[in-house]
């Protein structure tokens, strides 16, 4: 694995120690259930200057801080912490996630839980590794999965058709999750803990470490109804351990999500 990738994993090992203070301020963002903490900044902030120094010329797109357009061929895609809520209510699932997105493609994902003290790492074509220990997506077909999902949070008006496809998959395969953090339920399915992802409105800091993740692990992970991995906006993420199963989901969540339901861009 490339020594830029190792030591950007040992960065995101050290943010983690940004997300331990139980002394911080709460902000709400935007809509009801959306909050940003002292600590979400704090991290972000050590982050962007910290790995823009591992590549010259790369920049970082963050969720706390994304007001530009990226043209660079290396960018940084950060969620400083993933499932803030979970992490505001202390429920110990929460990380922080960096992608690092080359020539439009997610190319590298590392994804840490400092709760659990585990750190996925990936490489295009270098493979998906847990705790030094390579991983891989699960065997097990779609009436034996677990799906990973959630209601579209922060943007309730597109909940109904969400609720419909995952009642339809749930009665179709073993069992659902929604856990609140969409970068480590992705690391799931990369480490053959889940098999199957939907989520209707992703933004790239929650899925380009996980996409990075997936691929290398055997996965299949895609935006849908676009092209690529967008950097300026939403979309609607599926992912699973094998295409069988990928095919059978898509079918599923087209069939209720014809087209993306709304047109935002970041910024
Ligand atoms: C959210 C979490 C949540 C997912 C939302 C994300 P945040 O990220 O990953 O699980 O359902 O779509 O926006 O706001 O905690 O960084
Ligand atoms: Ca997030
Ligand atoms: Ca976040």
């Known amino acids: 694995m490339d020594q830029v990738i190792i030591k950007a994993a040992e960065i995101v090992r050290q943010a983690g120690k ?6 911080y301020e709460i902000e709400q963002k935007g809509n009801m259930s959306n909050y940003v903490t002292d600590a979400d900044k704090a991290v972000e902030a050590f982050l962007t ?10 920049e970082i797109l963050g969720e706390e801080n994304h007001h530009r357009i990226h043209t660079v061929s290396d960018v940084w895609v950060v969620d400083p912490i993933d499932g803030t809520s979970n992490f505001i209510r202390g429920i110990g699932f929460s990380g922080i996630s960096v992608g690092l997105v080359r020539d439009g493609e997610p190319y590298a994902g590392i ?7 585990e750190m996925f790492v990936s490489e295009m074509g270098q493979g998906a590794w847990l705790n030094g220990k390579h991983i891989t997506v699960s065997d097990r077909d779609f009436s034996h999965s677990h799906l990973c999902s ?3 949070l922060y943007d309730k008006r597109y909940a109904a058709p969400c609720f419909r496809i995952i009642e339809e998959i749930y009665m179709q395969s073993d069992d659902l999750r929604r856990m609140g953090t969409a970068s480590l339920e992705l690391a799931l399915v990369a480490a053959g803990r889940a098999e199957l992802y939907f989520e209707m409105r992703l933004f790239p800091w929650d899925a380009a470490a996980g996409f990075a993740l997936i691929r290398e692990a055997g996965g299949i992970a895609e935006c849908l109804h676009c092209e690529g991995f967008p950097l300026d906006r939403p979309f609607p993420v599926i ?27 970041i910024g």
């Open 18 to 23: 940004l997300m331990d203070s139980s002394d």
């Open 49 to 58: 200057e910290r790995l823009t120094g591992l590549i010259k010329g790369s």
């Open 111 to 117: 994804i840490f839980n400092p709760y659990r003290d």
């Open 150 to 152: 959630a209601m579209c």
């Open 239 to 265: 992912a699973a351990n094998n295409r069988e199963s990928f095919e059978k989901l898509k079918e599923i969540v087209c069939r209720h999500v014809p087209k993306v339901p709304y047109d935002e861009r």
